[in-house]
């Protein structure tokens, strides 16, 4: 394979000149210090809830001794306490490893991805399959890029899809480091991608399963302004990749030379097991509900495949497997750390009250003040809360009467909900999803927040817009 000078240009001169980073851990951890101060310096408070849902209406503010005393306390808390109390360091710290148990099966399932692609790298196929992509379409970045964007979108914004486009990532950042590109426009190619799809959502299960029926509306109705933002948002992310890898220095009219030759026929069955293995996946999640168990043991299963098929001995397999865990090593450590500000909050029982919080500010102001008000609380709750599914359950009964009660109607408060977490989750620190492809693609979220943030600015400018045609047109 001959590549144009343009493409090879070191990223220095792309403008991705290398900075000292602060390692993505430190990031967190600052983060889970910040939550411990919260449990001081904001009452404490819950909501009665039925199931998941809170109740509306239903917040209470709790008893609580704030003196500082209780940060050096090791006594064990009780559920029998009748005042609550912040959070200790003791119990601070704790809450790491015990985010990383609340999260093992998670941890465990991406390493295991990291092993299986070590294993296909070892394998070649990967770095085959890409000669022959990149051979096919010339490598013409501004022809491929769209139409991977559009498919990738379309599995998250009609099936919800999120992480299991973690398979995806190596590919893209392998394809893309082929061209003389930096790594992270092979991330962004996939996290731009699926956030797009969340955004739209326009029968996203995981979104609209607990959002919709919770304000009282049909779930998937309202498909209109769905699909207007899916397809707005979709243009904007596949105009921002495009500048970028132009900026990068790459030139779709350069002749590119790329090998052309047919696959080796052992290259040709992994690749074709990769695929089936995907869609099989894909199948499997949702008919049979298989949760991180169960994927763990698939993506073991499909690396032994893999090495048999490759011809690799199980010794030389085994070392890929490991070194391919050891590159994604770090997401577990960041897991661990986001899941422990939601234990921690919760401990301190802060959470509910910041939802209350927000939830006042967004009443009695009209309806498209209000509606404004739904979007900005849904950005500041992700981070708090950066489960889709969980923040719907917990926002919903509450913002739902309050938009009412302001002239907004369930589906505008739906479709708040959605751009706002949609919007937050393409940079959040604490979203698991986000930090696993980060460290997929071992890109540093320092580095990926100053990549994304023009991008997060324009989105919230489209969001905006949209959110208040939906109020103006009764949507």
């Not at 590549?3 to 990031?27: C, D």
Request: aromatic fraction near 10%; charged fraction near 10%.
């Amino acid at each position: 394979m001959t590549l144009p000078h343009a493409s090879t240009a070191p990223a220095e001169q792309a403008g991705f000149r290398p900075m000292k980073q602060l390692n993505p851990a430190l990031i967190l951890l600052s983060i889970v210090l910040l939550a411990l101060v919260f449990t001081y310096v904001v009452d404490s408070g819950q909501f009665q809830r039925k199931d998941i849902a809170v109740i509306p209406g239903s917040y209470q503010t709790l008893e609580k001794d704030h003196s500082l005393t209780q940060l050096f306390s090791i006594e064990p808390r009780k559920a029998t306490d009748g005042v609550a109390r912040p959070v200790s360091l003791v119990e601070a710290f704790m809450a790491i490893p015990q985010g990383i148990e609340k999260r093992a099966g998670l941890i465990f399932m991406v390493l295991f991805i990291g092993g299986m692609f070590g294993v296909l790298n070892k394998a070649g196929a990967i770095d085959a399959g890409l000669e022959r992509v990149l051979g096919l379409t010339r490598g013409n970045l501004y022809v491929l890029v769209p139409c991977l964007m559009l498919v990738f979108s379309a599995g998250s914004t009609f099936m919800g899809l999120a992480k299991e486009f973690i398979l995806i990532v190596p590919l893209m950042v392998a394809m893309t480091t082929r061209l003389g590109l930096p790594n992270i426009v092979g991330l962004a190619i996939v996290v731009i991608s699926v956030k797009i799809g969340y955004l739209g959502s326009i029968t996203n299960p995981v979104a609209l399963a607990v959002a919709q029926p919770l304000v009282g509306v049909p779930m998937f109705s309202g498909l209109s302004m769905r699909v207007i933002a899916y397809l707005t948002f979709l243009v904007a992310g596949i105009a921002f990749m495009l500048v970028t890898i132009r900026r990068c220095g790459f030139d779709a009219s350069a002749g590119f030379t790329f090998a052309s030759a047919p696959l080796a026929p052992r290259h040709r069955a992994n690749l074709l097991l990769l695929a089936l293995g995907v869609g099989f996946l894909v199948y499997a999640s949702n008919r049979w509900g298989w949760k991180y168990p169960e994927l763990s043991a698939y993506y073991l299963a499909l690396s032994m495949v893999f090495a048999v098929v490759a011809g690799i001995g199980a010794s030389e397999a085994a070392g890929a497997f490991v070194d391919g865990m050891k590159k994604v090593l770090m997401a577990g450590v960041l897991i661990g750390l986001a899941t422990a500000v939601e234990i921690i909050l919760s401990t301190g029982q802060v959470l509910d009250t910041i939802v209350n919080n927000l939830a006042n500010l967004v009443a009695d102001h009209g309806p498209l003040v209000s509606a404004y008000g739904m979007f900005f609380a849904q950005l500041s709750l992700d981070v708090v809360i950066p489960s889709t599914s969980g923040q719907a359950a917990v926002t919903m009964p509450i913002f739902g009467p309050l938009g009412q009660l302001s002239g907004v109607s369930p589906q505008t408060t739906v479709y708040a909900f959605l751009l706002g977490n949609g919007l937050t989750n393409l940079i959040t620190p604490t979203s698991s999803g986000l930090l696993i492809l980060l460290a997929t693609a071992q890109v540093g979220w320092g580095q990926w927040a100053r990549f994304i943030w023009p991008l997060c600015l324009v989105f919230a400018a489209i969001a905006l817009s949209l959110l208040s045609i939906a109020v103006l047109t009764g949507y």
